[in-house]
């Protein structure tokens, strides 16, 4: 859903809150990061973002879910 162009990524069936500065988070993640961008490397034609952690939560009764070999898997 996220990456398909021309739609409202954030529109329902998608839960979604606002943190307190304003960013979007989804419901039921097992975590999230607030980072700060510290550099930005041009590589060919991409960027790669260096950014420095500023704020984190995690919640300690969540799974992670990872992609690896083509599907996901929980740890």
């Known amino acids: 859903r996220f990456a398909t162009s021309g739609i ?10 606002r943190l307190e500065r ?3 988070v989804l419901e039921g993640v097992a975590g999230w990061l607030r980072v700060g ?4 490397v041009p ?3 991409h960027r790669i973002v ?5 704020e984190s939560w995690l919640d300690d009764d969540r799974r992670p879910l990872l992609f690896h070999a ?3 898997h929980a740890l």
Do not use: K, L, M, S
């Not at 961008?37 to 930005?40: D, L, M, P």
């Not at 260096?50 to 500023?54: K, M, N, Q, S, Y």
């Open 8 to 17: 409202d990524r954030f529109a329902a069936p998608t839960r979604w809150r």
């Open 22 to 24: 304003g960013e979007p």
């Open 37 to 40: 961008i510290e550099q930005v």
């Open 43 to 45: 590589a060919g034609d």
């Open 50 to 54: 260096i950014a420095r952690v500023e």
């Open 70 to 72: 083509g599907g996901y």
